[in-house]
Structure formats: C-alpha cells, structure tokens
C-alpha cells in the first residue's frame, strides 16, 4: 500500500492566492483528518469527515478555510485568500474507524505551505 | 488549550540510556496513543493503551497509563540514534471520535 499520498510536498504562494491540498487516503479507510501544524500552536485537527461526510469541523480557522470529500478516495483542503498566517505544514491522516481513538491514523507526509 | 501536555518538551540522551517522556492530561479518556515524527516528516502510531490497561509494551517501547492522575508515560530503553524524533501522546476526552494531540517531547539521542 503507498499510504496517505499528499500533494504538493511544497507550496510557496503570495498572499491573496487561492491554495487546494489534496489528500489520498488509504484505500478501505473511511476516516479522513487534516491537521495544521506550527511551532506556535502545535499539531491542531482542523477537520475530519467519516464515510465522504465532515463530522466536525471546529478546528476550521475561519471561513477562508473549506475541505471537501467528494468521494471515498479523494479530499481538498483550500484557502481563499491565503494569508502569510496560514504558513505551516498541513497533514492529512486516514483511519479504518469511525471511532478514532480505537484505531491508529496514518499519516501522510505533509504539505508545507508558504505565504508570502 | 492543549488536551495533552508532554514533559520534558526536549530531552538529549546518549545512545544506550533510556529515555522517558510523560504525557498529562485533562479529562477522562478511552484511550492514549503515542506517536513519533521524525523531521520533516508526518507522525507515525507507536502504540495504543485502553483506559482499563495499565502497562503495555511494544518491542523498546513501554507504556504506563495512570488515569487516577490523568498521566502517561513512554519509555524507550537502549536509545539509538535513530530514535531521535519527537514524540506526541494524543487522547479523545472521552469523545472516542477524534484524537487532540499534545505540544510533544522533542528527542535527541546522540551517538
């Protein structure tokens, strides 16, 4: 299995730009979380969605940020507009459980995002 | 604020030595993983102790679970270099839906 798959690896933007991450998850999972990670703030979950559905999205920052799920196999995570605070590395993790903490999240490598 | 607090936030030992991180946290819980992330890197599972279990082991790796004080810890015995990573205990509040991670224990270990 290749695991979580993220892209890009690397994304330098200027401020006001409109950034999508993608995230593949592991096939036959259907849990989906995407972190944002920052020496400030540490690792914070921003969203996650169980069966293509957002469960909670609390940790969304504020309205410039938006994630989808259209199918079991793909998710965007986008920011419109980018601002030099969104700066940080973003994960995506996947699980087989709707019940998180019974079951590990794998993680993909991560994006790191720079905004100029 | 943070769910879990790790202690020491940086610990620099020598190869051989054991190595031991603590993880604090607020409300009740089912379960506690912890996890490692290598720099640059994303996190990886170590290992998962239930609310009811007091002690697990896996390979190197020992973990004590004590939810009368609301505390954890991991234990690496016989570092190696490669250990040299950070480290994150991550918890559900009881919730059993979504992990919150805490500020993590970074870890050098130096040959």
């Known amino acids: 299995d290749a695991g979580v798959i993220q892209s890009p690896r690397h994304e330098v933007t200027e401020m006001g730009q409109e950034v999508t991450l993608r995230c593949k998850p592991i096939s036959g999972h259907n849990s989906l979380f995407w972190y944002r990670q920052t020496m400030m703030r540490g690792l914070e979950l921003l969203i996650y969605?169980?069966?293509?559905?957002?469960?909670?999205d609390s940790g969304m920052p504020e309205d410039r940020f938006s994630a989808k799920m259209p199918n079991a196999s793909f998710s965007t995570l986008k920011i419109q507009p980018s601002e030099p605070r969104d700066s940080a590395v973003y994960f995506c993790?996947?699980?087989?459980?709707?019940?998180?903490?019974?079951?590990?999240?794998?993680f993909g490598p991560g994006t790191r995002l720079t905004v100029l | 604020s943070q769910q879990g607090e790790e202690d020491p936030q940086a610990l620099s030992i020598q190869e051989g030595e054991n190595a031991t991180m603590n993880c604090s946290y607020k409300t009740s819980i089912n379960n506690l993983q912890w996890y490692r992330q290598n720099s640059g890197r994303g996190l990886v599972h170590l290992i998962l102790?239930?609310?009811?279990?007091r002690e697990k082991h896996s390979g190197r790796l020992r973990v004590t679970l004590d939810t009368s004080k609301k505390s954890s810890s991991l234990l690496i015995t016989a570092s190696r270099a490669a250990d040299t990573a950070s480290y994150f205990c991550?918890?559900?509040?009881?919730?059993?839906?979504?992990?919150?991670f805490g500020t993590g224990t970074r870890l050098q270990v130096f040959p």
């Open positions: 969605f169980n069966n293509n559905v957002p469960i909670d």
């Open positions: 993790a996947s699980s087989s459980y709707s019940r998180a903490l019974e079951d590990t999240q794998y």
């Open positions: 991550a918890t559900d509040r009881g919730s059993g839906d979504k992990l919150i």
């Open positions: 102790i239930r609310s009811n279990e």
